[in-house]
C-alpha cells in the first residue's frame, strides 16, 4: 500500500515570489504521481502528473514538479505565483489497484 | 459541456432523512468513484465502480449504497442521515482505474449539511 506524505500543511506567500510544495510517498513498487489543485468552493483539476520518462514535469498555469526516485518525492514548485494560485493543493498516487492516495494537502495562500 | 456533473450542488437536509447526489460523466470513462471531503479538506475514498462492477468499497457504513445503473453514472444514496454526515461529496471518473490511467476528473461537488 502507498502513502502520501504533504509536509506543509500552510504555505503563505507573496505574490510574484516562488513557492515550492512538499510531497513525499511511500511505495515498493512503480508509482504515478499527481498535483491537484482546489480553488475555493470547487472541485479538484488536475495540474500535472508523471507517469514515466523525463522527471522534470510541466504542468498548467506554470507550474512544474520533479519526480525523484531515491528520495520518493515528487514536490510542485512554481516561479511566481499569482493572487489566483490562492488554492488547496493535492499530491496523489496511484499504482494498479483502482485507488489514488491522496495526501492531506497544502493550503497556499497568495497575499499582495 | 461538463465532464463531471453532479446534483445537486447543495444539500440541507435533517437528522434521519434519506437523501440521494446524482453523478454524470460524459467523457466514455470506464471507471468512477465518491470521495467524501471533511471539514479539514482531507479527501477519502468511499466507492469506485469500473463498468459498473463495484470494486473498491471502503469503509463506509451501510446506510451508504452506491448504484450505477450504466457506466456514464454513479448515485449515492444515504440512509438515516447523522451529523457525521455533513461534508462534501466528490463524484470523479477515471478512463481505467489502474496505474497510469487513473488520472481522475473530478465533479463540483455536493455540500450535504445535516441538521
Known amino acids: 500500500a502507498q502513502s502520501v506524505t504533504q509536509l506543509d500543511s500552510q504555505v503563505p506567500v507573496f505574490e510574484e515570489a516562488p513557492v515550492e510544495l512538499r510531497c513525499n510517498y511511500s511505495?515498493?513498487?512503480?508509482?504515478?504521481l499527481f498535483w491537484y489543485v482546489q480553488y475555493p468552493n470547487q472541485g479538484l483539476q488536475l495540474l500535472l502528473k508523471?507517469?514515466?520518462?523525463?522527471?522534470l514535469v510541466k504542468g498548467i498555469n506554470g507550474f512544474e514538479a520533479e519526480f525523484n526516485k531515491s528520495q520518493t518525492s515528487f514536490h510542485l514548485r512554481k516561479p511566481s505565483v499569482h493572487i489566483s494560485d490562492t488554492a488547496e493543493y493535492f499530491c496523489?498516487?496511484?499504482?494498479?489497484?483502482?485507488?489514488?492516495?491522496f495526501g492531506a494537502g497544502t493550503t497556499v495562500t497568495v497575499r499582495a | 459541456d461538463t465532464a463531471v456533473s453532479q446534483t445537486p450542488k447543495y444539500l440541507v437536509t435533517q437528522m434521519g432523512n434519506d437523501k440521494s447526489i446524482k453523478c454524470e460523466q460524459n467523457?466514455?470513462?470506464?471507471?468512477m468513484y465518491w470521495y467524501k471531503q471533511d471539514s479539514k479538506k482531507f479527501l477519502k475514498i468511499m466507492f469506485s465502480y469500473n463498468n459498473k462492477e463495484l470494486i473498491i468499497n471502503e469503509t463506509v457504513p451501510n446506510r451508504f449504497s452506491p448504484k450505477s445503473p450504466d457506466k456514464a453514472h454513479l448515485n449515492l444514496h444515504i440512509n438515516s442521515l447523522e451529523l457525521g454526515d455533513s461534508a462534501v461529496y466528490f463524484c470523479?471518473?477515471?478512463?481505467?482505474?489502474?496505474?497510469?490511467?487513473?488520472?481522475?476528473?473530478f465533479g463540483p461537488g455536493t455540500r450535504l449539511t445535516v441538521l
Open positions: 508523471y507517469l514515466s520518462g523525463s522527471t
Open positions: 496523489a498516487v496511484s499504482q494498479n489497484d483502482y485507488k489514488l492516495s
Open positions: 467523457l466514455g470513462h470506464d471507471t
Open positions: 470523479a471518473s477515471s478512463q481505467d482505474g489502474s496505474g497510469a490511467y487513473n488520472e481522475q476528473f
Open positions: 511505495s515498493s513498487v512503480s508509482v504515478y
